[in-house]
């Protein structure tokens, strides 16, 4: 019977590794993700086949009847511009289970103490599951705060205690540490190991929500990326521990991929993951509210103007950012971009990495709105159209469009590479206000001499945009 | 489990890891959001790890028994509800420009 097992768990990460294969196009990817869900499926029974002498059916059946009543509504129901936080909480609860298993792991063998009678590698195995326990505890906590951020009800904006932040993380890790190396050791009672367990959970705990607590919104694509990260590698270590295959490999298979898109924000922003977690942009200029910039002053526009302008263009691009999805304005543009087309006007759009909430989080709003994965552009290939635009409208971005970073070397974001929106023949800045981004720089942008600026609401903007067109 | 059992497991840590760098490194930016909730959906598999503690527990405690049955649910949400909003997401995306949607919004 364990024999069948094994081979069911071989089974099921190979169709983890052929499902995630599919992602590699938008064609394949539904297809993917059921075939990865199959896997699931076969390791789940796997699974009920090696616990099938247990006890525990009412309790194990009850949690698992919990576990889908509370899990399909919100994962039917959420708003695609939601969709970063609930990433964040499915996360942070997969992190919950890890540091719980490590838990139980923790009572069932008497404080690790019922392993070290067995011959064979206890203290790789104890090990395992101590850090287990920690980054499990951490990425729990540390996704709950992102979650609570991503959702505001905690602020966006940085939280930290200043100059102390980083000292503190520091003995908070370290004592973790300590506490697990004293459990590992082994040398105290049942009663002091657990309490010296339990420590463990707290110190770490705490370590993930002062981790997350200083970071800003505009940095969170980071997060969220680098948690996915160490939820998965915490998987791979009780995999470890349990001596589970289809842990290791469904764990593994995780954290690369986190640590490839962590690899790939932090590079979209210019800067170091361990300037990312040692915290966000706060305290540098803040909020400028002014509408002119010394002697430059930003040009307002109406809907009309904009829309005479759009009318005569042979191409348009559109740069979505997080303002986008605040406003819920992706239906809207699509309406326009319609109008446009109707008008044998060629619109795309131009896609930085680091815009939204989280990597690709334009793409799903966009797909949502029914905009062609064609037409969706990296930044790298469409960077050297801008030149052959005619009008490129900006919709709730800002930083990524900031053409600072490329030629002022005074300005914080300076090497972050960035849309060359500013080469365009005419731009469009649809913004609540004069308001500096989530990073509070300047953008020289606004005061560009072909830039005007359409205040108000994105999406009731660009509704009033397209019925002006309509009406051309 | 010996050392021996111990070595190959971390061989295939280590070799997983290789194979998810090398499939993980094609997909393409716009894929990125159901990416991570799709693997963020795989590593719900640690649900596993909670139902292996559990069962093969002799006599499990009351303490074991509840720290094991949030953790069911807490895996469960993760690996079921990531598989959804998954799926949901990547029926979105289309390579051709789609018939007309007049009144979604």
Sequence with gaps: MDILVYALYIVAFAMFIIGLSGLTAPRSAVRGNKIAAAGMGVAFIATLIHIRDTGSWLVIIAALVVGVIVGIPPARKVKMTAVPQLVALFNGVGGGTVALIAWGEFLESDGFTGLRVASGPVLPLVIASLFAAIIGSLSFWGSIVAFLKLQQILPGHPLSVGRLQQPLNAILFLGSVVAAVVVGIGSTTTGAALVWFVAILILAGILGVMTVLPIGGADMPVVISLLNALTGLSAAAAGLALNNIAMIVAGMLVGASGTILTNLMAKAMNRSIPSIVAGGFGGRSQGNAATSNGDQVAKSTSAADAAIKLAYANQVIVVPGYGLAVAQAQHAVKDMAKVLEARGIEVKYAIHPVAGRMPGHMNVLLAEADVSYDAMKEMDDINGEFSRTDVTIVIGANDVTNPAARTDPNSPIFGMPVLNVDQSRAVIVLKRSMSSGFAGIENPLFFGANTTMLFGDAKKSVAQVTEELKAL | ?105
Excluded at chain 2, 17 to 22: E, K, N, P, V, Y
Excluded at chain 2, 46 to 54: E, F, H, R, S
């Design chain 2, 1 to 105: 489990m010996d050392y021996t059992d111990f070595l190959a497991n971390i061989a295939i840590l280590v070799l997983s890891g290789f194979i998810g760098f090398a499939v993980i490194s094609k997909v393409p930016n716009t894929l990125h959001t159901p990416l991570m909730s799709g693997t963020n959906a795989i590593h719900g598999i640690v649900v596993l790890g909670a139902l292996t503690v559990l069962g093969t527990a002799h006599n499990p405690s009351i303490p074991l028994q509840i720290i094991s049955f949030v953790a069911i649910v807490f895996g469960t949400v993760n690996v079921i509800g990531g598989f959804v909003v998954t799926d949901r997401m990547l029926a979105m995306f289309k390579t051709r420009p789609a018939a007309s949607t007049d009144g979604k919004n």
